[in-house]
């Protein structure tokens, strides 16, 4: 059962050849037996998930079960499960449990799903390996001396791994697309404001968005349907229809129209990367589709404009740690301020303090114009050169990463580290819809192929990559994990 | 921009981060290599480029300003690292 798609499993129960009690049952026991190699979760709640399969089964049986009853997934451990740790791959959460549960959680509950769990992450969602995690490193499943990619590096791991058939993640810079492509998974980042950002514990909060991690482009489209649409409790989620996003994903391509960004294929592009993309792309021509190439001018920009904005935004942010309310507190304060001070400095790992520091310096006064200021300039650049290009093509494709999965400890430079978002950064920025759809293997290590879209475009961009998945088989290939 | 050593202090200070000396003088090194990248944006002329703070250029919706939420403030507290009679404590401020 632990190499099915969430459509197959739905299916399966809907037949009734297993009970969401077996499955969960027999994920739970994959769980137990392999991750200890691969890190994957911070928290298994197995006696939860459990009663939640039982009810699902009830449900079932009463003939009152809907398309997601039963189907077992996991939350990258930054959404808020009320009466479960929400640590954030941080010392300074070990300690919290969430009092409520986020929106989307409370969306995929109502849904009848089955949550096996909270997965690792690097701390606050600061990371592309997934090595800033409190709770130690994930291993890639297709080889274990690789990271996952990060961000949401559990939640890819996991799906991966067939220990769930979908995970949740957010992505603020590419935390959900590059970790799907290093893991070989279907990730979607979808528009800013599409799915709310309650309950999801903010790093950035003009980039933050949440988004469905799973084997198929099928997958992420059924978890959307439950997943998108407007909350009073988030007023930067977007009112505005939510289609159905498994409607139309067959839909042919002939003549769609793709643009490649010259800047997406330029220098530091792994030439086995730049490869597999474009074998990719003339499976799309042999769809019917046309391509040609655009220009994206301030691609160059969207890394230095994202690192002033994003931890500007992280030093306000996490300025309520504060060892008060919730959380990490010091042992014998002396005063208010050394309460604070050495809260949060044992709180707090290291990249999350650099960019609190970046991110503090830059706001501060007489920096203010020089960066913020313009960083948000350039921001709006950026997304013009976006709104150009969807004039004149219907999607952009390119690379998720420019190389495929790294060896843990390889990138001890955080500006090194900072590179390896070139490709996702901008499309936060831009607020725009991107996509990593598995598309090749190098070496045993998976490539990603990204299609970005117009804000909105999400539908449109789910039948794009499930089309490329009826007529490929990477989204097929499977890990081999040894205990 | 270089960042120098008295910027590093000042920064912690004012997000009320513990930093001690030593530590400082490390951070000098890496965020000054961060901001040596961030500079780049300088190269780009936004002479007249209004600031975009929201991705769909939105503004702040409003709503009526009714009570919405119920009082869970016990559930709240029982997270806290230190109450009494609901109040949260913290070491002494005033003397």
């Not at chain 1, 810079?173 to 070989?184: L, T």
Request: glycine share 8%; aromatic share 6%.
């Amino acid at each position: 059962m632990h190499d099915k798609t969430l459509a197959e499993l739905a299916r399966g129960l809907a037949a009734g050849d297993f009970s969401s009690r077996e499955l969960t049952t027999s994920l739970l026991e994959r769980i137990k037996r392999l991750d200890p190699v691969l890190n994957s979760f911070i928290t298994v709640t197995d006696e939860q998930a459990l009663k939640e399969a039982d009810a699902a089964d009830a449900l079932r049986h009463k003939g009152e079960a809907g398309i997601l009853s039963g189907l077992p997934l996991a939350y990258k451990d930054i959404f808020c499960t009320e009466g479960v740790r929400t640590s954030a791959g941080s010392k300074m959460l070990d300690n919290f449990i969430a009092p409520y549960n986020a929106t989307v959680v409370e969306k995929l509950k109502h849904a009848g799903t089955v949550s096996l769990g909270k997965t690792n992450m690097d701390e606050f969602a600061m990371g592309s390996s997934n090595e800033n995690s409190w709770y130690g490193p994930v291993k890639n499943p297709w080889n274990p001396t690789l990271v996952p990619g990060g961000s949401s590096g559990g939640s890819a791991a996991a799906v991966a791994a067939g220990f769930v058939p979908a995970a949740l993640g957010t992505d603020t810079g590419g935390s959900i697309r590059q970790p799907a492509a290093f893991c070989g998974i279907t990730g979607l980042k979808p528009t800013y404001g599409r799915v709310s950002r309650y309950g999801m514990i903010a790093y950035a909060s003009s980039l933050d968005q949440a988004g469905p991690m799973a084997r198929t482009a099928e997958d992420c489209a059924m978890l959307m349907n439950a997943m998108a649409g407007h909350d009073t409790r988030d007023s930067t989620s977007v009112s505005r229809n939510v289609p159905d996003y498994t409607q139309g994903l067959d839909k042919p391509l002939n003549g769609l129209k793709i643009g490649l960004p010259v800047e997406y294929f330029g220098e530091g592009l792994a030439p086995e990367v730049e490869t597999a993309v474009r074998e990719a792309v003339r499976v799309y021509e042999s769809l019917g589709a046309q391509v040609i190439e655009v220009s994206l001018p301030h691609t160059s920009m969207a890394i230095p404009a994202y690192y002033v904005i994003a931890p500007a935004e992280a030093s306000s942010n996490l300025s309520r740690y504060d060892g008060v309310r919730f959380g990490h507190r010091c042992d014998d304060p002396a005063d208010l301020e050394d309460l604070y001070k050495r809260t949060r400095a044992e709180g707090f790992g290291d990249e999350v303090k650099r960019r609190i520091l970046i991110g503090t310096h830059t706001l501060s006064e007489g920096f203010f114009d020089a960066y913020y200021r313009k960083a948000q300039q350039v921001r709006r650049l950026i997304r013009q050169d976006f709104l150009d290009a969807f004039a004149r093509v219907d999607v952009l494709m390119g690379p998720a990463a420019p190389t495929t999965a790294f060896e843990l400890g390889a990138k001890a430079d955080p500006v090194q580290m900072y590179l390896q978002d070139i490709y996702t950064i901008a499309i936060n920025l831009a607020g725009i819809p991107g996509i990593s759809v598995p598309a090749g293997l190098v070496d045993n290590r998976p490539v990603g192929l990204q299609i970005l879209g117009p804000h909105f475009g999400e539908a449109h961009l789910l039948n794009v990559a499930h089309v490329y998945q009826q007529a490929t088989d990477w989204h097929q290939r499977r890990p081999e994990i040894k205990e | 921009m270089a960042i120098e050593h008295a910027n590093v202090l000042r920064a912690a200070h004012l997000a009320r981060l513990g930093v001690s000396d030593a530590q400082a003088e490390r951070y000098v090194d890496d965020l000054s290599r961060i901001l040596e990248m961030v500079d780049r944006l300088s190269e780009i002329d936004t002479e007249g480029v209004a600031p975009l703070s929201h991705p769909l250029d939105a503004t702040q919706p409003l709503r009526a300003d009714e009570a919405i939420e119920t009082d869970r403030r016990d559930t709240f507290q029982g997270i806290a690292p230190a109450t009494a009679d609901g109040l949260y404590l913290v070491p002494r401020v005033v003397e």
